[in-house]
């Protein structure tokens, strides 16, 4: 059973590992095809952030939200390979922070094809977020069960 956990953890963790891979490489100088989708939303939530907290807000580069999303989907993938919550907690942390920026259906009509498509890919994070809360559930409470279970006393006659 310990090589089945380990591969099915294996795998869950390569989706993260294989996507922070892949925004290493296209990283360059500008941040890559990702801070470019991102430029917009962060202009958005910088707006949003600056009417709540005033002006002195300071400005959010987008290559640093790409860098973290990119270090928290690579170290937490590893971590996560060898069962530790902390890698399934940045994993969660990362779902957190980038799936409403990344998959905003709630900025199109529902007569937008774009629509649909930023719906399916959210719900998906959505499970993989389920995925992740299941796991770090499931490591507070297996070792709960272990230490109560107590030795069977030998009877003597």
Not at 117 to 126: A, K, W
Request: glycine content about 8%; proline content about 4%.
């Amino acid at each position: 059973m310990g090589f089945v956990s380990f591969l099915g953890r294996l795998l869950f963790a390569s989706l993260f590992i294989l996507s922070a891979w892949q925004m290493f490489n296209d990283f360059g100088t500008d941040g890559g095809p990702a801070a470019k989708e991102l430029a917009p939303k962060i202009v958005f939530v910088q707006r949003f952030l600056a009417s709540m907290i005033g002006d002195k807000m300071p400005k959010i580069d987008v290559k640093h939200v790409v860098l973290g999303s990119m270090v928290l989907k690579g170290v937490g993938g590893i971590l996560f390979i060898f069962g530790s919550t902390t890698g399934a907690h940045l994993l969660v942390y990362n779902l957190l922070l980038m799936t409403p920026l990344l998959h905003d259906f709630y900025h199109y009509e529902m007569d937008d094809p774009k629509f649909h498509t930023r719906l399916s890919e959210f719900v998906e994070c959505l499970a993989l977020l389920g995925a992740l809360l299941y796991f770090i559930g499931m490591k507070s409470v297996l070792p709960r069960k272990l230490m109560k279970k107590r030795p069977i006393k030998t009877k003597t006659i």
